[in-house]
């Protein structure tokens, strides 16, 4: 059964069925990675099931390293990367692994400004922040500075 809702944040109807599981997420974001309407709703049901298949993060990642102009579809994958990461340590770990962390700071400094991008990336690091060396790995890569830093 398909659905037509508002996501939050995102002024942008989100369709598609409610029954839709992460692995036919994944795959359709793997099948369409130049449909970025189609992978901005992706990752807003991926972040809405808040859970992860087995390298979830790196197709997500990806996705927005294909597309690091896009500032819908990075907020979009931050919030996907956010709703995954939060739910359990492995994929904390899964999402650093897969170079969340840096993909987030890199958009950062490519979008300057962008409010909204920004409250999305400190919500994903923070979420990321509570896996091992997480903190380390930010700081090390300015992303403590860059965040205090954008406007």
């Known amino acids: 059964i398909g659905s037509t809702r508002r996501s939050d944040e995102f002024d942008e109807p989100v369709v598609g069925s409610t029954e839709e599981t992460s692995a036919e997420v994944l795959k359709a974001i793997e099948e369409h990675p130049d449909d970025t309407a189609s992978l901005r ?80 990336a400190v919500g994903s690091l923070s979420s990321l922040a509570f896996a091992p060396g997480v903190k380390a790995f930010v700081a090390n890569d300015n992303g403590v500075s860059l965040l205090l830093s954008t406007q």
């Open 41 to 120: 709703r992706k990752c807003h049901r991926l972040r809405n099931l808040g859970h992860n298949d087995a390298g979830a993060m790196k197709i997500v990642v990806t996705a927005m390293k294909g597309h690091l102009n896009d500032e819908r579809l990075l907020a979009a994958g931050f919030g996907a990367v956010w709703g995954v990461a939060a739910s359990r340590d492995e994929n904390k770990l899964e999402a650093v692994d897969s170079g969340a962390i840096s993909t987030i700071l890199t958009a950062l400094r490519v979008h300057q400004g962008d409010v909204n991008l920004i409250q999305w």
